[in-house]
């Protein structure tokens, strides 16, 4: 009997030892995931912001128009030249793939903008996932700007509709869950990276890929001065 009792004794230290550990290191671990999920999300904005200038700089989709491309994200991955009609043939006319294809798999926005028939869909075997915990999508209006909107036509040839700006984008990460990070990114044509707690999930939405309608509204623009200045804070 007394045997018994010396291991449910040692059973007992045992458990609360595993529950101590657990308690220590366990939120150390969701801590540090975390972090690095938002390291990843600040990277790929950068990455997304270089292919924005990419884009503008070498006229990618040959439109005639040095223009920053703001339909998407994934546009930037999937877009072809007009230098060849059509989208068709991908050996002819390939993709321009300026950014990776895990970050055109995440983009929030699951809708193909057609650019005049010059895009073409993310390649089927390309499922919708968060890139490394993060959702990425490309911002609808500039709240600061007198001009807000993001999607203009920028008469180009051929005629691509609203999926162009001029001198101005803007791209936002949002977490795909608060375990996931706490934080919302954006960036726009400054190269400057912002950041923000969310106080509540900012991608209340079960789809996937979320969808412009689901995820908080408030994330899909770039905020005015003030709202930057007392709501966001600089990240690099």
């Known amino acids: 009997m007394a045997l018994g009792i010396r291991s449910v004794n040692v059973l007992v230290v045992v458990i609360l030892g595993a529950v101590g550990f657990a308690a220590v290191v366990l939120p150390g671990l969701l801590t540090s995931g975390r972090a ?11 990455i997304l912001s270089c292919a924005e200038y990419d884009f503008r700089s070498n006229d990618r ?3 005639h128009v040095n223009d920053f491309w703001t339909g998407d994200v994934k546009g930037l991955y999937t877009m072809t030249s007009s230098a060849v009609e059509g989208h068709a043939d991908p050996k002819a006319d390939p993709s321009i793939r300026l950014i990776s294809r895990e970050a055109a798999a995440a983009d929030i926005d699951p809708d193909l903008v057609p650019a005049g028939g010059e895009n073409r869909p993310l390649d089927a075997d ?5 890139y490394r915990g993060y959702w990425m999508g490309a911002l609808l209006k500039d709240s600061s700007a007198s001009e807000p909107s993001y999607k203009q036509d920028t008469g180009g040839t051929p005629e691509m509709g609203k999926c162009h700006h ?3 984008f803007g791209f936002v990460a949002i ?10 990114m954006i960036v726009n044509e400054q ?5 923000c707690a969310a106080t509540s999930n900012p991608k209340p939405g079960m789809s996937v890929p979320p ?4 995820v908080d509204p408030i994330y899909l623009n770039w905020p005015e001065a003030s709202v930057l200045k007392a709501a966001w804070s600089k990240v690099r």
């Open 36 to 46: 690095s999920n938002d390291r990843s999300s600040e990277a790929l904005l950068k």
């Open 175 to 184: 977490p795909d869950s608060l375990s996931a990070s706490r934080f919302v």
């Open 166 to 168: 001029l001198s101005r």
């Open 126 to 130: 390309l499922v919708p996932s968060p």
């Open 61 to 63: 989709d040959w439109n």
């Open 191 to 195: 190269d400057t990276i912002y950041r």
């Open 211 to 214: 969808g412009l309608k689901g």
